[in-house]
């Protein structure tokens, strides 16, 4: 099993990334988190990966972290919840956020994610209850980018980015780039520009 790769980000494609490891090129999955933390091309870094081997070939999902992937298999292991719903979970939500609400049994929240029905939403509340009091307690959870404040500019923005395809855990990351620089920004096209510039750079695009 790959677990781990340290290598060059080569090309970042959405939420494909190819690492460039001595030559060998490792095309993945990663969540939010990593393509916030892993997705600038020509950077150095070090990815955890799982690895599902399938009957036409084997897949590498990508994590910014080794708990972000203990909470991906753990989402796994739930009956309905397959390695690509766990993506799109952990790409559409901050761990932080989908711990809460499994938490506050927020099923309207995960039904919001495509590719979870409410039946799959209602199991992954029922069955990982504990675990995800046991992730709560961890630090690597609200390590990721914060969510933009309710009301204003940076809402406006976010919903703004977010109709043009971007999850909110990418928009979260894009805003809080150009975050430092709200104050030179005297309009919402403006500030989206920035945004947009800033995430064509940092893909190396």
Same mark, same amino acid.
């Given at each position: 099993?790959? +677990?781990? &790769?340290?290598?060059?980000?080569?090309?970042?494609?959405?939420?494909?990334? /190819?690492?460039?490891?001595?030559?060998?090129?490792?095309?993945?999955?990663?969540?939010?988190? @990593?393509?916030? %933390? @892993?997705? %600038?091309?020509?950077?150095?870094?070090?990815?955890? %990966?799982?690895?599902?081997?399938?009957?036409?070939?084997?897949?590498?999902?990508?994590?910014?972290?080794?708990?972000?992937?203990?909470?991906?298999?753990?989402? /796994?292991?739930?009956?309905?919840?397959?390695?690509? %719903? +766990?993506? +799109?979970?952990?790409? #559409?939500?901050?761990?932080? *956020?989908?711990?809460?609400?499994?938490?506050?049994?927020?099923?309207?929240?995960?039904?919001?994610?495509?590719?979870?029905?409410?039946?799959?939403? !209602?199991? &992954? /509340?029922?069955?990982?209850? =504990?675990? #995800?009091?046991?992730?709560?307690? !961890?630090?690597?959870?609200?390590?990721?980018?914060?969510?933009?404040?309710?009301?204003?500019?940076? !809402?406006?923005?976010?919903?703004?980015?977010?109709?043009?395809?971007?999850?909110?855990? *990418?928009?979260?990351?894009?805003?809080?780039?150009?975050?430092?620089?709200?104050? !030179?920004?005297? =309009?919402?096209?403006?500030?989206?520009?920035?945004?947009?510039?800033?995430?064509?750079?940092?893909?190396?695009?």
């Amino acid at each position: 099993m790959i +677990a781990l &790769l340290r290598g060059t980000v080569l090309e970042v494609h959405g939420n494909q990334l /190819i690492l460039d490891v001595h030559g060998v090129g490792f095309e993945m999955f990663v969540t939010g988190a @990593c393509l916030g %933390t @892993c997705g %600038t091309v020509g950077e150095e870094v070090s990815i955890h %990966t799982y690895m599902q081997v399938k009957d036409d070939g084997v897949v590498l999902f990508g994590f910014a972290a080794i708990d972000e992937k203990d909470l991906f298999r753990r989402i /796994i292991s739930v009956s309905g919840a397959g390695p690509k %719903t +766990a993506l +799109a979970i952990l790409t #559409a939500l901050r761990p932080v *956020e989908f711990v809460r609400a499994i938490q506050q049994r927020d099923a309207k929240r995960l039904t919001g994610i495509s590719g979870v029905g409410k039946k799959t939403a !209602e199991r &992954l /509340i029922l069955e990982l209850a =504990d675990a #995800a009091e046991a992730f709560s307690g !961890e630090d690597w959870v609200d390590s990721q980018p914060p969510p933009v404040p309710k009301g204003g500019l940076l !809402e406006d923005a976010s919903e703004a980015l977010q109709a043009l395809g971007y999850s909110q855990a *990418e928009t979260d990351a894009m805003l809080q780039r150009v975050g430092p620089d709200v104050a !030179e920004f005297y =309009d919402l096209q403006a500030l989206l520009k920035a945004a947009l510039t800033k995430q064509a750079s940092k893909r190396g695009r």
